[in-house]
């Protein structure tokens, strides 16, 4: 797999008796976060994401469920399954999307930019093209 595609391992837990607490430590990151969102309701089974982006980097975070990751440098596939309290970087030109094994995962993205549209790269043929080139 690609260098720039990092994995963000297992977050910290803090197991007591009355609950888990799970800090994410932004200092952490190779990025700021401008943005914030999560996904849930997704039916078992189902694929979301499947695209790239120019500039944005993204920690995904698997809040609860399982979720496979599948990414794509435009040479080499790789899939991580993330269980609940694991994550996974997604780096700039980048192409993935995530499976949601059990219809109720939760999966929760910190993002190192704003929404903007014009950095999605929605379509596999064009991105396979800008890959070769840039390396």
Same mark, same amino acid.
């Given at each position: 797999? &690609?260098? &720039?595609?990092?994995?963000?391992? @297992?977050?910290?837990?803090?197991?007591?008796?009355?609950?888990?607490?799970?800090?994410?430590?932004? &200092?952490?990151?190779?990025?700021?976060?401008?943005?914030?969102?999560?996904?849930?309701?997704?039916?078992?089974?189902?694929?979301?994401?499947?695209?790239?982006?120019?500039?944005?980097?993204?920690?995904?975070?698997?809040?609860?469920?399982?979720?496979?990751?599948?990414?794509?440098?435009?040479?080499? /596939?790789?899939?991580?399954?993330?269980?609940?309290?694991?994550?996974?970087?997604?780096?700039?030109? #980048?192409?993935? &999307?995530? /499976?949601? *094994?059990?219809?109720?995962? #939760?999966?929760?993205?910190? @993002?190192?930019?704003?929404?903007?549209?014009?950095?999605?790269? *929605?379509? #596999?043929?064009?991105?396979?093209?800008?890959?070769?080139? #840039?390396?």
């Amino acid at each position: 797999m &690609s260098k &720039s595609v990092k994995l963000g391992g @297992c977050l910290k837990q803090f197991v007591e008796d009355n609950g888990i607490l799970v800090p994410i430590d932004f &200092s952490e990151l190779t990025f700021v976060p401008r943005r914030v969102f999560y996904v849930t309701g997704v039916p078992a089974g189902d694929e979301r994401g499947q695209h790239a982006h120019y500039e944005t980097q993204q920690l995904l975070i698997c809040l609860q469920g399982k979720i496979s990751v599948h990414l794509y440098d435009g040479y080499k /596939t790789e899939t991580i399954v993330m269980g609940q309290h694991e994550s996974v970087f997604v780096d700039k030109m #980048i192409w993935d &999307s995530q /499976t949601y *094994e059990t219809g109720e995962d #939760i999966m929760l993205s910190l @993002c190192s930019t704003e929404h903007d549209k014009e950095d999605y790269i *929605e379509d #596999i043929d064009e991105f396979e093209k800008l890959v070769k080139e #840039i390396t």
